[in-house]
T-cell receptor, first 115, second 107 residues
């Protein structure tokens, strides 16, 4: 069964540094998403992406964050000037028709630790 | 966006059937109901999706009454490995997860 893959599985960075989290969505999917989950808390929506542009973003997704689909297979989340509170699991997801009638397929996440 | 309400936690024993109900009073006509399962340190995993009446797959059943203001995820004969958080999502474009229901299956 096709999978969403994320790399790295664990990233440690110092406060103030930039990180790029990478995702390879399922190949025929058209919608892409980033979520984060702080330890012990719920899964929080960050951003959705379709047709090479952001379709929706949450209040969490401020100027510190950006997303990009640099080629036909990768989908990245960049976090600039990381803060301690950015420490979380970051999950990428994809779907082939949007959430309405197509479930999200999640990767296993990148654990980001900001020290 | 339809807001959902689920119990925060549930306990069960191996071999029992577990029913988790989700309330979604302001569900819209075009909204589907989707359930996900999440194990610790893993991404949520799609379990089942439905629009009305009953849907069944190899993992679970989903019961939706005629008014569609609630839905019930049914897990038959749970095992220890079914211990997880279960999320109910409703609606078109509803990409936001609630707190979910933490199911603990005991031996």
């Amino acid at each position: 069964e096709p999978e969403v893959t994320q790399t790295p599985s664990h990233q440690v960075t110092q406060m103030g540094q930039e990180v790029i989290l990478r995702c390879v969505p399922i190949s025929n999917h058209l919608y892409f998403y980033w979520y984060r989950q702080i330890l012990g808390q719920k899964v929080e929506f960050l951003v959705s992406f379709y047709n090479n542009e952001i379709s929706e973003k949450s209040e969490i997704f401020d100027d510190q964050f950006s997303v990009e689909r640099p080629d036909g297979s990768n989908f990245t989340l960049k976090i600039r000037s990381t803060k301690l509170e950015d420490s979380a699991m970051y999950f990428c997801a994809s779907s082939d028709e949007g959430v309405y009638n197509s479930p999200l397929h999640f990767g296993n996440g990148t654990r980001l630790t900001v020290t | 966006l339809a807001k959902t309400t689920q119990p925060i936690s549930m306990d069960s024993y191996e071999g029992q059937e577990v029913n988790i109900t989700c309330s979604h009073n302001n569900i819209a006509t075009n909204d589907y109901i989707t359930w996900y399962q999440q194990f610790p340190s893993q991404g949520p995993r799609f379990i089942i999706q439905g629009y009305k009446t009953k849907v069944t797959n190899e993992v679970a059943s989903l019961f939706i009454p005629a008014d569609r203001k609630s839905s019930t995820l049914s897990l038959p004969r749970v095992s220890l490995s079914d211990t997880a958080v279960y999320y109910c999502l409703v609606g078109e474009g509803d990409m936001r997860f609630g707190a979910g229901t933490r199911l603990t299956v005991k031996p």
